[in-house]
């Protein structure tokens, strides 16, 4: 399969699977008509891929190179095969196959991948520096985007650092502006955190006071996150697992009328059924964070006799890097949390 | 919290959680003015509760009626430690809660509990047979159905066998008619079993020719089942996990459209990239399979830009036990393979 939009055509092995199952694909930068080439600056190693090269190895950046080295010249791409996981790149566009030259991109543009490292096709030449703090590694090196893959452009008004925090939870935002609706009130779990603050800031640019959020954090530090955000109606402080505590709090809030969109961006587990019980019947419960159990909220709606919709969060839709880009451009207040608390 | 309509009053402990995730609750027979008495006939234990049991005492009639007795003193309830499941119940209503009254339901109307046994406060008298190949037990018990706990009445023209049957999968026909539209091409992914056959049925059922239903399958058995139904506009015979293959049978089968709705019913894990690439643009996935990982589904969209909602199954929705029950009613051959292959 010449040409597959997903990059079928680079999988050695095992054939017939996609390139982010598959053990090892082909990193030629020789591309075909539908791939871009990108001169590689820098990766951004995921965290717990980065963790475990450490743990592996231990702190020492020769030993870093090394390993990284071995697992892209093993696999024809950065999968770390313990964790599964990979990270994203930054580099500039060296060259743009001939069928993808209608889009809006040009050679030496910067930009970003917004898909996983592991599936995608890099070859390294040389590791200039590892930077242990930031999980990044200076690089001089290859890859290859597919038909399929998407990528955003590094705007010219914000740090590297900046682009890259809220690039990495870019889905959530543009997420949540397309569920909510005018009259909604919309309960955003893990509030505090990177996606939290970006859903209520995208939720309030658009709707203002058509909108009620309601902002659930646990921590101090979250709660003085939202305050300082300012886009927050009403604001719960409990932990996010206290399903029954939460259900009362928002059942006072809302007159017994619940939220209709329910935002979960909380990372730790078992907050499932606080997103449930918080929903209107009808109402619609969207999981971004990746610590949600299927099961858990499958059955858990059932148990209670919830006709609710349940999402999973998906990391993409159309337009979200600028969505997110814009959103944070747009409130000061925003902008200098992110700067402040998830740049350094 | 007396007379909570989650039931969270019976909640012996650890206190302030709901009765599925409580470790043991209040079976006391004596019911709250929201709450239903039910006279109990048989429990149908869930399978994977049913077979750890039979694995720790042995394939012993004695022994297994032991064993649950143990269980449910324990807890109040028939909440597997080992397997976290439970099962359903039959009964007959007893007593209904004065503020309950209004309900379609009287006194000695039988009935199936549509919650699991895991979150039902359950007090068994005696155990009078232990039915080993259908993991059902009799018995003479008394059970507490809470507000917001849901039951189907067992309709007088089908056996109890067949009822149960349709009754365990019924959140999936329901949410089948009512996710799909007018001229959609539907997909459905292990569309040879229970789920599978229902959906199709469901949406046939109400839209006839206007809906295109595309059947995955891979079995023969699942194959016969398909075509003795025959809803499908055209089957597709492969492993659900061969994400590419289905990718390019869907291609063709729809000019390159795609589905604008996948409904996945696969009980085998690793199926998520069939049902998201087999998806168009802004179409739906709905992730009925118990076996579906939440991160392979977020991460496997996002991997290839794939902008597609994608749904958690519920077990409950509306009226979704009548429409099962319907389904198969009105339609001779659903209620033929039913009754000869899932009801024996």
């Known amino acids: 399969m010449e040409n597959c939009k997903f990059g079928t055509h680079r999988v050695l092995e095992p054939k017939g699977v996609l390139p982010q199952p598959a053990w090892k694909i082909d990193n030629n930068p020789d591309i075909a008509d539908n ?58 566009v060296e060259k743009i196959g001939k ?42 090196a290859k890859a290859v985007i597919f038909e399929s893959g998407i990528y955003a452009k590094q705007p010219d008004d914000m740090s590297e650092t900046l682009a890259l ?22 309960l955003i779990l893990g509030a505090g955190g ?32 939202v305050e300082k955000l300012g886009m927050a109606d009403e604001i719960i402080q409990l932990d996010a697992k206290d399903a029954v505590s939460i259900y009362h709090e928002v059942y006072k809030l809302t007159d017994g009328k619940m939220a209709d969109l329910v935002i979960n ?11 449930i019980l918080s929903c209107k019947e009808r109402g619609k419960v969207y999981f971004f964070s990746m610590a ?32 997110a880009l814009d959103i944070v451009r747009e409130i000061p207040a925003l902008k200098e949390i992110f700067q402040e608390k998830f740049s350094k």
């Open 194 to 225: 990177k996606s939290g603050l970006l859903c209520a800031a995208a939720i309030k640019r658009k709707f203002g006071k058509d909108v009620k959020t309601i902002a659930l954090v646990n921590s101090k530090r979250s709660l003085e996150n």
């Open 35 to 92: 791939e871009i080439l990108i001169d590689v600056m820098r990766l951004n190693i995921d965290s717990a891929s980065f963790r475990q090269i450490v743990e592996e190895v231990g702190k020492d950046e020769e030993k870093i190179a090394s390993k990284i080295l071995e697992i892209v010249d093993k696999r024809g791409k950065m999968h770390n095969p313990v964790t599964g996981s990979g990270g994203m790149l930054i580099g500039t």
């Open 265 to 275: 961006c909380v990372n730790i587990p078992d907050t499932e059924m606080s997103s």
């Open 99 to 140: 069928n993808l030259r209608q889009r809006d991109l040009k050679v030496g543009d910067k930009i970003a991948t917004l898909v996983s490292l592991s599936l995608t096709p890099l070859k390294i030449e040389k590791i200039n520096k590892v930077i242990i703090d930031q999980d990044q590694v200076e690089v001089e």
């Open 292 to 323: 949600t159990s299927f099961t858990k909220a499958a059955l858990g709606a059932e148990g209670i006799g919830y006709d609710i919709e349940m999402l999973i969060g998906n990391g993409y839709c159309k337009n979200h890097a600028d969505v």
């Open 165 to 186: 925090s809220i690039l990495d939870v870019a889905g959530a935002p543009a997420q949540a502006e397309r569920l909510a609706k005018k009259g909604d009130v919309v």
